[in-house]
């Protein structure tokens, strides 16, 4: 049997090796998860950053307010049963008008409010607004109602344009807005709750 001084040695070590072996396990599991990897994709609402949010919202508002309008605007048309025009002292009021208010009080809020829950339903707000003007844009163009007119079709091309630009950009920008500690932008999270006021 093999008995020299360094097999011995090698016997000696072994205890200590393994009780360093077991206190790095046990350090590795007391060690808090690391951050996820920068470029994740959100999954939850509250993942995706207050900019972004606002800017989903504001394409979402865009389209579905469009979309309603082009609708609500047909059954008007067809003279359709407890559906009519928005008018004053016999004066129709275009919805563009409405979305030139809207968005006036957007920009107002803008200057003056900044934290992060306003900032996401301002974006909201803000698409709403945009889809009752671009929906008219032949109108403002010529200074005409010409809304079922040949002409007419301008309002809708712009607003395809608009809602295939804006969601191709949101598609093809997404990213992880959080820093390497998992911060970043996400605590826009904190700041819906009143904390993220200049």
């Known amino acids: 049997m093999d008995a020299s001084p360094e097999h011995g040695q090698q016997h000696e070590r072994e205890p200590g090796q393994e009780h360093a072996q077991r206190h790095g396990q046990q350090h590795a599991r007391d060690r808090p998860p690391a951050p996820e990897r920068s470029g994740h994709r959100p999954r939850r609402w509250r993942e995706v950053s207050p900019t972004r949010r606002g800017l989903v919202l504001a394409w979402w508002g865009f389209t579905l307010t469009f979309g309603f ?32 208010l809207i968005l006036m009080v957007v ?82 999270d904190g700041a819906a709750d009143g904390e993220g006021k200049d």
Do not use: K
């Not at 008007?76 to 008008?97: L, P």
């Not at 630009?165 to 820093?179: F, K």
């Open 69 to 100: 309008l082009r609708l609500l605007t047909w059954l008007i048309h067809i003279d359709a049963a407890g559906v009519g025009n928005v008018s004053a002292g016999g004066v129709h009021i275009h919805h563009y008008v409405w979305g030139i």
């Open 107 to 188: 920009g107002a809020l803008g200057l003056v409010e900044r934290s992060a829950r306003w900032r996401t339903w301002m974006g909201l707000a803000y698409g709403i607004g945009t889809a009752l003007v671009i929906d008219e844009t032949a109108n403002l163009i010529d200074l005409n109602d010409v809304y079922w007119e040949d002409a007419g079709w301008v309002s809708i091309a712009v607003a395809l344009i608009v809602i295939g630009i804006a969601g191709s950009a949101l598609a093809l920008t997404h990213r992880d807005e959080t820093g390497p500690d998992g911060a970043g932008d996400r605590v826009g």
